[in-house]
């Protein structure tokens, strides 16, 4: 795919040097040209959460043999997420792109989305970054998305009228409330266009995607290309619809069939008039990886690379003598802190923080306390700790131990010293890599 | 007076999303609901949070066992047994 409206470059006129640059960014990736094929992409999928409803998904199954947008066999942390491009990016180098498709909406989950992109853009300042999304909190979460460096943008638009809308649309949530029928369609539609514009001004490159269902709005792509390219959008990518009653979707039991190769063709003719097609997409699933039509399995790749054990960890120890590990998790109102590496145990300054628990019988009903303060511990060791904030911790990724409880400080940490060590030797044997030949 | 997260829950984290307590805590593929925590969104006008995005009728119930989002009530799907789907 070439872009034709592109002018000479003569280095002086700031709109050449513009285009010159899309053209760059077009070129690599492999949702935006057809030549970006020889690039790799992965998806990764970080944002199950989603914000509105379609007939033509169905969050409950994963089965790693179907491929469809909207299914992954494991979600990731952000963390977990810049770990795993990495070990891509080693076994497919030409990895350019990395993308965040869901498995729900990722900017119904702007905490997830922007971490990752911003923990992948740490690793590799070279990486492009885009998004897909419904479109229905893209102008809330747009300036976040520029700051993070997200250059590319799909929106899935399928149509411009409500009354089209709502047999697509079951429902929306949206300012808290979960809306239904048009006024439901009708507000996803409006916040649509106005993130595409908003999308568009910022210099975004944007994608518009389009299920077409026949029926439905296959009537509709032609009008609906025609305001895409009113609005200035980049490129439009008409899907046929998937149904597959096993899949268990609205249009799938109701025996909504799928568009025919030629009507797909004629809706892109149609739509073709006023917005440039693509047409080599493969409707991959929100965890892909390689270049298209020719994934990696990924669970191969995880398991036959193994990154370094981290070298250093933080312990937080809940302590009333300052010798033993004798204290409740919620009565501490300091923690000793360590610093352990297989050479040395280093105390750092104690970790001052606000008592957990008031000691009533009952917990106090507003003490939400905030445990995302001791995130940057990753072991915590105390004699006793409530359901409650253990599980919560273990969202941070903090480990508590109660397993050394009422035992000596320095022998605990020595005990953690060793483990550390023979996991230094593990991942140091010269064949840790998997790929001895 | 709190709801209870059901066998049907498709660990989506929506819900834990826009709970406006934290009153949903989740591992791995389990989600529950910190009982004391939840107050059942009782001042909020627009309803329950959890109830208003949860994706998958009869995943949340309240203290009487009753789903907020009962068969039928979010997919539009037909709930009688005598309607078959064309295929």
Redesign the interface.
Same mark, same amino acid.
């Given at each position: 795919m070439t872009i034709q409206t592109l002018k000479p470059f003569d280095g002086n006129s700031p709109l050449s040097l513009k285009a010159s640059e899309q053209a760059a960014l077009v070129a690599k990736h492999p949702c935006f040209s057809k030549e970006g094929h020889q690039y790799a992409r992965i998806h990764l999928p970080v944002a199950p959460a989603c914000n509105i409803q379609c007939n033509y998904c169905n969050r409950k199954f994963d089965c790693s043999n179907e491929t469809r947008p909207g299914v992954v066999s494991k979600l990731l942390s952000p963390a977990a997420a810049a770990t795993r491009f990495v070990k891509v990016k080693q076994h497919v180098p030409e990895t350019q792109v990395v993308g965040i498709a869901g498995p729900g909406d990722p900017l119904a989950n702007p905490k997830a989305t922007l971490a990752s992109l911003k923990a992948i853009a740490k690793v590799d300042d070279d990486v492009h970054l885009c998004v897909s999304t419904n479109g229905l909190a893209l102008v809330d979460q747009l300036d976040s998305l520029l700051a993070a460096g997200v250059k590319h943008l799909t929106i899935t638009i399928n149509c411009i009228d409500a009354d089209i809308g709502q047999r697509i649309y079951p429902w929306v949530y949206f300012n808290q409330r979960r809306l239904r029928g048009r006024e439901a369609a009708q507000t996803l539609i409006d916040r649509q266009l106005l993130g595409l514009e908003a999308a568009i001004k910022a210099g975004m490159l944007v994608k518009v995607n389009t299920v077409l269902i026949p029926g439905i709005n296959d009537f509709h792509v032609e009008s609906l290309a025609k305001e895409l390219g009113r609005y200035g959008a980049f490129i439009h990518n008409i899907m046929p619809l998937i149904s597959d009653p096993s899949h268990g979707t609205y249009f799938g039991l109701m025996g909504q069939r799928e568009p025919s190769k030629e009507e797909l063709n004629l809706a892109r003719e149609q739509a073709g008039q006023s917005m440039q097609q693509m047409t080599h997409c493969q409707q991959c699933r929100a965890d892909a990886v390689g270049k298209l039509g020719q994934d990696v399995d990924i669970s191969q790749l995880e398991s036959s690379i193994t990154l370094p054990a981290p070298k250093t960890i933080q312990v937080a120890v809940a302590s009333k003598s300052l010798s033993l590990i004798d204290q409740h998790f919620g009565h501490a109102t300091q923690f000793l802190h360590y610093q352990v590496s297989a050479d040395e145990i280093k105390q750092l300054d104690n970790f001052v923080w606000q008592q957990y628990c008031g000691g009533g019988q009952q917990c106090d009903e507003s003490a939400a306390k905030d445990l995302s303060q001791l995130k940057h511990f990753d072991k915590i060791l105390c004699s006793r700790i409530g359901f409650a904030p253990q599980q919560e911790l273990s969202e941070f990724k903090v480990q508590v131990s109660t397993d050394y409880a009422l035992r000596d400080v320095d022998l605990a940490l020595k005990e953690l010293q060793q483990g550390l060590r023979s996991q230094a030797e593990t991942s140091n044997s010269p064949c840790s890599m998997g790929e001895c030949s | 007076m709190a709801f209870t997260i059901t066998k049907a829950c %498709?660990?989506?984290?929506?819900c834990?999303?826009?709970c406006p307590?934290?009153a949903i805590?989740?591992?791995d593929k389990q989600f529950s609901v %910190?009982a004391?925590?939840c107050?059942e969104c009782a001042k909020?006008v627009?309803?329950a949070?959890c109830a208003?995005?949860c994706?998958?009728e009869t995943a949340i119930v309240d203290a009487n066992g009753c789903a907020l989002n009962p068969p039928g009530s979010?997919?539009?799907?037909p709930q009688e047994a005598n309607v078959i789907?064309?295929?």
């Open positions: - | %498709i660990a989506c984290y929506a834990k999303e826009v307590s934290k805590i989740s591992d %910190i004391h925590r107050d909020n627009n309803g949070q208003q995005i994706p998958v979010l997919t539009g799907l789907a064309l295929s």
